[in-house]
């Protein structure tokens, strides 16, 4: 009998352990094909409607999506060649059948149609939002623009997916190049136990003596933090900061230098074909930043009040270096080193120190009573679904129904949480399900959570750093975002549909709770005696929240500076160019020397492996917007119940069917403050 394609089959959840990379290309093929024969029914519809229209086209969407879905998760945390081979020779497919989508005259007539017809004023908010959306979509897929045109924009849209992919792929492979067998331990002297520990774990996976050293960031970040060898400490922050570049010790074999050089091209080319002065307007036109110069205004202001804080910092790591261990000049690689020394000797607390006081299990299931205590969910681990990897965690959420009489499912998602071989690094949550209305009832929400934290050593309990903690509640806030909505128009449900500017609001928002001493109480227990996080440790921990917080924020500036100078340019830049770009920004903004060989750009996957080109802002406008929304728990308790379901109904549930400036307001009741972050970072009193 012949097998079946599992891509191919109807599922509540991915398949996982039943997808091979022979089934995709398939799958995709097969799908399209559907695809297309489905749009030229709906485009034979004489009278259109929401049913025979948007609902049909959100149906037909929505299958593709769920085959793509997992694939595209995999190619993430679970890549391979036949795998990459197979998402690769499926991208230009599927770039090529959005932009016949959106350059679909007829359907493009169909939508008009129905937003101009008497239906469109009776129908719920979200399908109005829902079909505006569409229409704004068609205009910035070329719709209106000549074929000659229109056939090129396509050609620029199905080559800037390819190089997407190039750009992360190459960024995965050139990490995994490069590693350090240590067979000496005195090398690693100053190295914390969870650290040596994994690198002996490391080791061991690969038949080898002593320690394995990688770029993977759980032991990456710990060697420039604590190892005391700073010939080891230069040699793996070259090693990272030159990853896919023209410098270092992998030079040129990855080398991201021509993928950026295209892609930023291609990207003012495409923003010139639809009328736009460059790339940022074009990226704005989907944003709550109305114009370029509004980005600029807000990221130079927030320079101009942060700098002179981030310039003390560092004036006085490099006094703590020189005065009280002899170093006269500060190199990048010792700014981590004596950064964490100062911060032991300022406030006598560290990220090892606070360790043992998050067990992974605990941490998360402390999380899940915050979630409970702001918004009467309950959140459950569940078995029984189909995982890529044995680490993977399953969970389902209930909805408590009022008066104590039931619950309601309402949500359901992944977490893989630790880092390892084959899985690209940094933190996410992508949708797996969009929650939409279906004719057999409602599609669920279904969410990614991707870490890539410390793992385990053996059997025991991983144990999180409070950074780690922190990032767990912020890729949840993203989590709790995409499943808690109630809408059921896929378009706008969840995540879909919201402004970039504003998606980071409910992650950041989130992350607030891990310095609450009302919730760290259950969110801490030590991983042998139990007790939580001690008050002595605690008000340390506290203490130290803002150091060199004004470096971090002047770092962030940096990277959003250079995102948006660089996509606001209009002649055709270089190599060359993309580095001066970054030289002019931090010769103006940074505070930190850069290395000769630092390389940044050339792994800068947020801006060219990922959705935030021209939008890496977004970080720091959301970060007011979540700053001020939490400055009214502050005002009324963390844990009031009332400022929970208002926050759930004004920003959770709605998704993308409100604006996000009216959203905002909505909750807090006028327009944001900057003064909110600035207080929050101790940048100002």
């Known amino acids: 009998m012949r097998e079946t394609n599992p891509l191919l089959e109807t599922h509540e959840l991915p398949p996982f352990e039943r997808i091979e990379a ?86 493009f007539a169909a939508y008009e149609t129905l937003r101009s017809s008497p239906e469109y004023e009776s129908l719920p908010p979200a399908r109005q939002k829902a079909i505006n959306n569409t229409l704004r979509d068609f205009r910035l897929s070329g719709i209106d623009l000549p074929k000659a045109e229109q056939k090129r924009f396509a050609e620029v849209s199905k080559r800037l997916s390819e190089l997407s992919a190039k750009f992360s792929e190459n960024v995965l492979d050139a990490t995994q190049a490069w590693s350090k067998n ?166 006598d607390v560290s990220q090892e120190a606070l360790r043992p006081y998050f067990p992974a299990t605990h941490a998360i299931q402390g999380m899940f009573e915050v979630a409970n205590r702001l918004y009467d969910v309950t959140i459950e681990q569940t078995s029984g679904w189909q995982v890529w990897h044995p680490d993977v965690r399953c969970f389902d959420v209930y909805r408590n129904v009022s008066g104590g009489s039931g619950r309601e499912l309402i ?39 991707t870490c ?92 130290a929240k803002n150091f060199q917080s004004g470096m971090q924020t002047i770092r962030q500036l940096e990277f959003a500076l250079f995102d948006f100078r660089l996509h606001m340019e209009t002649a055709a830049v270089d190599g060359s160019r993309i580095q001066s770009v970054l030289d002019e920004i931090r010769s103006t903004v940074a505070v930190v020397p850069a290395a000769g060989e630092n390389r940044f750009q050339h792994s800068f996957g947020h801006i060219f492996g990922g959705g935030y080109a021209a939008g890496y802002y977004s970080y720091k406008w959301a970060e007011v917007l979540s700053a001020d929304a939490f400055s009214r728990f502050r005002e009324e308790g963390i844990f009031n119940r009332q400022t929970g379901e208002r926050f759930l109904e004004e920003i959770l549930e709605v998704g993308g069917s409100v604006d996000a400036m009216d959203m905002f307001v909505a909750f807090r009741g006028r327009e944001p403050d900057l003064e909110s972050l600035l207080r929050q970072d101790g940048i100002i009193e």
């Open 22 to 107: 022979s089934h995709v290309e398939p799958a995709i093929d097969e799908l399209l094909g559907r695809s297309r024969s489905a749009i030229a029914d709906i485009e034979g519809v004489t009278a259109p409607s929401w049913a025979n229209t948007a609902e049909a086209l959100e149906a037909l969407q929505d299958a593709l999506a769920q085959a793509w879905s997992p694939i595209g998760h995999l190619h993430g945390v679970a890549d391979s060649d036949a795998l990459r081979d197979a998402y690769n020779a499926c991208l230009p497919k599927l770039s090529e059948f959005r932009t016949e989508l959106g350059q679909n005259d007829r359907l």
């Open 452 to 543: 890539n934290f410390t793992s385990p050593i053996g059997d025991a309990d991983a144990l999180l750093t409070h950074n780690e903690v922190v990032t767990l509640f912020h890729e949840f806030g993203h989590g709790i975002h995409h499943m808690f909505t109630r809408v059921d128009v896929a378009e706008v449900s969840g995540i879909n549909g919201v402004a970039w500017d504003a998606v980071e609001l409910p992650s950041q928002f989130m992350e607030n709770w891990c310095w609450e001493s009302e919730a760290l109480a259950f969110l801490s227990s030590h991983h042998e005696t139990g007790e939580p996080l001690p008050d002595a440790l605690l008000c340390k921990m506290l203490a």
């Open 182 to 347: 240590v067979t000496n331990e005195i090398e690693l002297a100053g190295l914390p136990d969870t650290a040596l520990g994994l690198a002996r774990q490391m080791a061991q996976s690969k038949g080898l003596d002593g320690w394995l050293l990688t770029l993977d960031f759980p032991l990456y970040l710990p060697t420039q933090q604590y190892c005391d060898n700073r010939d080891l400490r230069e040699e793996m922050y070259t090693a990272y900061v030159t990853r896919a570049s023209d410098k270092g010790p992998n030079a040129g074999e990855f080398d991201n230098g021509p993928v950026m050089t295209e892609i930023v091209n291609l990207r003012q080319e495409l923003a010139a074909l639809l009328g736009f002065a460059n790339y940022a307007e074009y990226s704005l036109a989907t944003k709550m930043a109305n114009t370029p110069k509004e980005v600029m205004d807000f990221l130079e202001e927030l320079a101009r009040r942060s700098k002179p804080a981030a310039e003390r910092e560092f004036a006085e790591v490099c006094a703590f270096a020189r005065d009280g261990h002899g170093l006269d000049t500060l190199a990048p690689w010792d700014l981590n080193y004596y950064g964490e020394k100062l911060r032991l000797a300022r406030y």
């Open 411 to 449: 949500a359901r998602f992944y977490l893989d949480a630790y880092a390892r071989e084959h899985k690209q690094g940094g933190a996410w949550m992508d949708d797996c399900r969009a929650r939409r209305e279906t004719p057999q009832g409602t599609q669920l929400p279904v969410a990614y959570l």
